[in-house]
């Protein structure tokens, strides 16, 4: 099983997005793992993964992954961070597996059976064929956001080079994507926000420059889940936790300090 564990410190789980790479929120891993033990990995659907996917459990089966991340690790009790599509995946893993969640971590999480934009729509049903587009439309549709969150033009070029490095070493597959986004518009987790007892903390951008989830459709989980806590990233939308991920572990650390029985080793850590 293909699992990255970096850093020192509490355990943390980070579940990457729809992309199903975890190299594309290594930003984020790289900034946590200044305070956390980091244990990140692609979704079991992924042929990297060395996992077993059964895609008739659906949500349940990335659950099971997982767990399984924790058990071959060693880990009894983490942080579990979900980026977008990975908050589905965290919430359920919070839900079933209470013992196991020392915090919930919801990033700019869609919410529960989330309906898709006509195009996205359009997309689901040819991915082998308008996959390449919709990934060719996402610069320009984030553009915004990046202007926002990186004003100089030297860090966007550097943001800039690093994505499209990332894209030509782990193109995503259009038709996992597309099986990921047709599961966000069947899974409906409010059963599961209700029976998640760890302390939650929901993070989204700023309200306006989330082009991808809408930050009040994200800030719901406040209303779902018992005694959640929200904090935005300012001058962010979607990609907040790689466009500014030291602010990003930052407000995680905070939270996890604060809210939780989770201590580090030392106050430098």
């Not at 894209?167 to 995503?172: K, S």
């Amino acid at each position: 099983m293909n699992i990255i564990d970096r850093g020192l410190g509490p355990p943390l789980v980070l579940v990457p997005s729809v992309h199903g790479r975890w190299e594309y929120v290594a930003p984020a891993v790289d900034a946590l793992a200044a305070s956390f033990r980091v244990l990140t990995f692609p979704l079991c659907d992924e042929p990297s993964s060395g996992a077993q996917f059964d895609a008739a459990r659906g949500l349940d089966g990335y659950v099971e992954h997982v767990l399984s991340v924790l058990d071959r690790t060693g880990v009894d009790r983490a942080v579990v961070c979900g980026i977008s599509f990975g908050g589905l995946i965290a919430a359920r893993f919070a839900a079933s597996h209470p013992l196991r969640t020392a915090a919930l971590v919801l990033v700019s999480t869609p919410p529960p059976a989330m309906q898709l934009k006509r195009r996205h729509q359009i997309y689901m049903r040819w991915p082998w064929l308008l996959g390449p587009l919709l990934l060719a439309e996402a610069p320009w549709r984030l553009r915004p956001e990046v202007r926002v969150a990186l004003p100089g033009r030297a860090e966007r070029r550097r943001f800039s080079r690093l994505a499209l490095k990332t894209l030509v070493r782990t193109p995503p597959s259009p038709m996992r994507m597309a099986a990921r986004a047709r599961l966000m518009t069947r899974v409906d987790i409010r059963p599961d926000c209700e029976r998640i007892t760890a302390p939650t903390l929901v993070v989204t951008g700023q309200p306006g420059l989330d082009y991808v989830v809408p930050v009040d459709a994200s800030s719901a989980y406040t209303q779902l889940i018992r005694r959640a806590h929200i904090s935005v990233i300012e001058r962010t939308g979607h990609l907040g936790s790689v466009t500014r991920p030291d602010v990003f572990a930052a407000i995680v650390r905070d939270f996890v300090a604060n809210r939780t029985g989770v201590r580090w080793p030392d106050a430098a850590a």
